[in-house]
């Protein structure tokens, strides 16, 4: 009677630690955008925020993110403005600078997508590598659609962009980069997080 407890006890144990090891081996393949859980990340929060502000009527500005502390930059922000007395053009554009990293896209634009706090950053997600508008605003006084706006991140405050970076050992890390974005020519980037 012992030896069958004892068997029926080592076998629940069995059981609990191959759920537990699922249960990891799922966890890997997301993220929760979570500030307060910095020890499994690369976790920069930049104190001056890195940011770009055009006041120029001509202006163009680049800010270059690490996000993985390995001394190359992987992601690029641009802002671009241009007043004239003819025309008006304010762009926002983020630029992956390597094949490794990936940013999770809007599935029908090639905008990308913002998420909130606490949202889930994961493998089904639409993930894209290379140059993306983020937000662009045209006025031309002299046709007749006088604004053309498109982009998903004007005036948005406290929001991110999801990540995915291929590691050396072909495994895959999910991240994000907390952004402010207001009136496309301000862009500040307040914090970036990757897995380990």
């Known amino acids: 009677m012992r030896l069958s407890y004892l068997i029926l006890f080592l076998a629940s144990i069995t059981l609990y630690a191959c759920s537990e090891d699922e249960n990891f081996s799922r966890r890997t393949n997301y993220v929760v ?6 020890d499994s990340l690369f976790y920069q929060k930049f104190d001056p925020i890195k940011d770009i502000k055009l ?5 163009n500005k680049t800010i270059t993110i690490d996000i993985n502390e390995d001394a190359v930059p992987d992601i690029s922000f641009t802002a671009s ?3 004239t007395t003819s025309q ?8 992956t600078l390597n094949g490794k990293v990936k940013m999770a896209l809007v599935n029908i634009l090639a905008f990308p997508k913002t998420f909130l706090y606490k949202d889930l950053i994961e493998e089904k997600e639409r993930w894209e590598s290379g140059e993306f508008l983020m937000a662009y605003y045209e006025r031309s006084p002299s046709s007749a659609v006088r604004d053309s706006i498109s982009g998903t991140w004007n005036s948005k405050t ?3 962009i999801g990540l995915r970076l291929e590691k050396q050992d072909a495994s895959i890390s999910y991240g994000w980069i907390k952004l402010s974005v207001s009136n496309y020519n301000l862009l500040e980037v307040k914090e970036t997080a990757l897995q380990r």
């Open 88 to 95: 008006t053009i304010k762009s926002l554009k983020t630029k």
């Open 55 to 59: 006041v120029n009527a001509i202006e």
């Open 158 to 160: 406290d929001y991110y």
């Open 33 to 38: 955008i979570d500030s307060l859980r910095t």
């Open 81 to 83: 403005q241009s007043n």
